[in-house]
């Protein structure tokens, strides 16, 4: 079992930034691949950005593309997200994932957070 606990989330204006956080416990972080995924209200689930395990693989949603930066620090067990030039559109619950293979799709993750609102306003 790999437990993930997100942080960082909050209110902010548009064009602000915000630093996620998700601390992992349990199996070997390092193993694992991570990725970060957002929920809207009344909106399914999408995929946000990924990282592999060693942090040489890296995607992004296009809609986050050049704004949101996802690093991670093995050595603290710790994946970040960065969000910049944040948008009303941003806003949603943002949860991390941890699984085998990294992936753009939620089906690739087996450990999921339990979440961290992001409100954007206008």
């Known amino acids: 079992q790999v437990q993930l606990v997100e942080s960082g989330g909050g209110l902010v204006q548009a064009g602000g930034s915000l630093r996620l956080s998700c601390a992992a416990s349990?199996?070997?972080?390092?193993?694992?691949?991570m990725g970060w995924f957002r929920q809207a209200s009344g909106k399914e689930r999408e995929f946000v950005a990924a990282?592999?395990?060693?942090?040489?693989?890296?995607f992004y949603a296009d809609s986050v593309e050049g704004r949101f930066t996802i690093s991670r620090d093995n050595a603290k067990n710790t994946v970040y997200l960065q969000m910049n030039s944040l948008k009303p559109e941003d806003s949603a619950v943002y949860s991390c994932?941890?699984?085998?293979?990294?992936?753009?799709?939620?089906?690739?993750?087996?450990?999921w957070g339990q979440g961290t609102q992001v409100t954007v306003s206008s």
């Open positions: 349990g199996r070997t972080f390092i193993n694992y691949a």
């Open positions: 994932a941890a699984g085998v293979v990294v992936g753009t799709t939620d089906g690739r993750y087996q450990y």
């Open positions: 990282i592999s395990w060693n942090v040489r693989t890296t």
